[in-house]
């Protein structure tokens, strides 16, 4: 009896401590790791994570808005609302305030528990009496390269947040389609809700919880009403919140090639991951291979999904859902001026990869040849997720390696500029800056390397080339502020303070908001001996911090 017992505590916890020591073994080094790219503004600089007096603007406005220093001009076009996001930071600084360790454990842990979840999951929809098929989808999901990106830099817990959130619902609503208690409908609306908060993906989420009840002929209208009634009010808030949304001009149907590219890519990732490049701003690095082992990918899933359709297979229907559901918000972006190129966008498409993975062990789990193979992929996806993780481990790191695979995008050298800056190297800084607008080709991303030159330039003390380039800024924008700022340090360093005092109205006039023409313009007017002008402007400028 007591050995009974004993057998059966291990099978219901062997896959959660399973799953836990897989999570750890692969991700401890991201433990060690520093903050890295958009860290640095939203988690470690960011004082309005640090107080929960923030939390009611975090639903009034864009995660950029909520930055100290205000990145919503340099994200136009990619403004995010995610409420949820930015609370889940506002909790962490208060459990390990500026340590990046305390981050990386809370990314590591809600990727172990999307993995736990995953393991449920199919369990759910892939019955079988023994949790080996299961365990095996979860196994992959774990440790597929896809994850580095989501699991090892804080920034992306967005992915594994929202997965969290939409992967439980997805739980709890197959509960209450058995037991019909309101209180796990209720349960699983709020889970949908906090997805949404959590990141825009969750939108088209409902889509999966159609397509299920299609399969189990359990079709009906009325359970989706509510989740139609809780999109609306989201995007009533996200309006109210952001103003605008991306505007259909936005999108170039001219690049729907382009968009073909992306899913073959993307299909590559999943079945080959490598090489596995940090996010970047569209073309990417010509890669034929991934083309054209994406493209077969692809033909050979919409075969099986023919096949699918047509005999109702369940688990392979549902692992159809997951992987192309979550996926359909990313593609547009491909269309846009500047389409956006990410990895963790597969990071809940995987859970479908993860179902299939489950369907097909539980096909083949008879032929120990087949299994061995497959466990086989695991082992390779696991080593190939080893060697990734240390990628991230800082911004100097993460940009020089990603040069090395994609040596025409411009966003690395600037990334790398910006790293190397951090330590002291400007002229290092300036001639990586340099490189990056050359190889630009949008606008707004030269303008960005120009701005940047002319600080470091500025810092450097070599003040009419930094004055060269904010010149140069303003002949294409003349109402950019930062520069209209340059230009007035630049002045305030000669001791020119008419000039100064022109350059911060004229900064002041383009961005109301700026704290530094605020802080400025008081310490022009104070060193031109107008004390009331400098106490005016020193009391706005303390109101705007």
Sequence with gaps: MPNTKYKAAIIKTGPALGLLLICFFIYLPAMQADFAVDDWHVVKDNERITDIRFIPDYFTSDVWSNTTDDLTHNFKGYNIYRPLFLIVLNLGHHLWGESATGFHSLNIFFHFVNSLLVFYLISNLIPNRSATPAFFGATIFAVHPVHIESAAWISGITDPLVAMFLLGNFLVYRHYLTTGKRAHAALALFLFGCGLLSKEVAVFYPMILLISDWISGKLAARRYLPYLALIAVYFVARANAMGTSVEMDSYDLTKFPVLIEYVFRYMNLLVLPWPSNFHFHSPPAPNLFALISGGIASLIALALLWRAVETRESGLLQSYAWFAIPLLPALPIALMGNGMWAIR????????????AAWTYQRYQIKKAWTG?????????AAVSISEVGTWKNDETLFTVNIERSPTSAMY????????????????????????????????????????????????????????YFRQILEIMPDDSKSWVGLGNIALARRQFEPALEFYLKAYQFNPRSYVALYNLALVYRAMGNIEKAVYYENKARQRQ
Aim: aromatic share 12%; net charge negative.
């Design 373 to 381: 193979l497959l466990w086989a992929v695991v082992s390779i996806y």
């Design 345 to 356: 966008i597969l990071y809940l498409p995987c859970a479908g990869l993860a179902i299939f």
């Design 413 to 468: 050298y600037g990334g790398l500029a910006k790293a190397i800056k951090k330590q002291g190297k400007i002229d290092q800084a300036i001639e990586l800056y340099s490189q990056a607008l050359d190889l630009s080709e949008d606008q707004a991303g030269r303008l960005t390397y120009m701005n940047n030159i002319a600080v470091a330039y500025g810092e450097n003390g070599v003040l009419d080339k930094s004055e060269y």
